[in-house]
T-cell receptor
């Protein structure tokens, strides 16, 4: 079975540019999560969707960040304009909406803002 | 709120040594507990889980027991291999969101 698929795997761009990260969750999973991982702050939850609806976006750092889930099989995380401090690895994860079920992570997008 | 505290690394071991990584948690109610592993350049993978008190999760020679009385979920492996070198995260959930520990980097030398 296909796992969570993220694209691109790597992104290098100049500050001020728009960045769009993409995620395809596991089929049948109705919860989707976006995380950011840095050495300084570890893993941070940015936003959580359930049935395509954003439930908790309290982790989104600021208005430059936005996330959408137009359907059950696709989500995007957009940064506009990007800044060097946004450099990190961004992970998408999905799960069924059952407390005991684990989240399944994609391989991440390594983002570098120059 | 929920929080997870795990022992700081890095941890360096020789092959076939015993590994233990301590994890304690604070949570309301009865959380489910997880250990995730992250290999270089990859996402997090579920290693094992336990959903209620006294449950023991196990996988690939790793074990952890859900201890409600001590609010702990320590990870152990009796004989590590070089391929076990990775970052290990303890996590809990009781409201569909995962709360992670800071991660422990383990390096196993041949």
């Amino acid at each position: 079975d296909a796992g969570v698929i993220q694209s691109p795997r790597h992104e290098v761009t100049e500050m001020g540019q728009e960045v769009t990260l993409r995620c395809k969750p596991i089929s049948g999973h109705n919860s989707l999560f976006w995380y950011r991982q840095t050495m300084m702050r570890g893993l941070e939850l940015l936003i959580y969707f359930n049935n395509n609806v954003p439930i908790d976006d309290s982790g989104m750092p600021e208005d430059r960040f936005s996330a959408k889930m137009p359907n059950a099989s696709f989500s995007t995380l957009k940064i506009q304009p990007s800044e060097p401090r946004d450099s990190a690895v961004y992970f998408c994860a999905s799960s069924t909406r059952q407390e005991s079920q684990p989240q399944h992570f994609g391989d991440g997008t390594r983002l570098s803002i120059l | 709120g929920n929080s997870v505290t795990q022992m700081e690394g890095p941890v360096t071991l020789s092959e076939e040594a015993f590994l233990t990584i301590n994890c304690t948690y604070t949570a309301t109610g009865y959380p489910s507990l997880f250990w995730y592993v992250q290999y270089p350049g990859e996402g997090l993978q579920l290693l094992l889980k336990a959903t209620k008190a006294d449950d023991k999760g196990s996988n690939k020679g790793f074990e952890a027991t859900y201890r409600k009385e001590t609010t702990s979920f320590h990870l152990e492996k009796g004989s590590v291999q070089v391929s076990d070198s990775a970052v290990y995260f303890c996590a809990l959930t009781n409201d569909y969101k995962l709360s992670f520990g800071a991660g422990t980097t383990v390096t196993v030398r041949a």
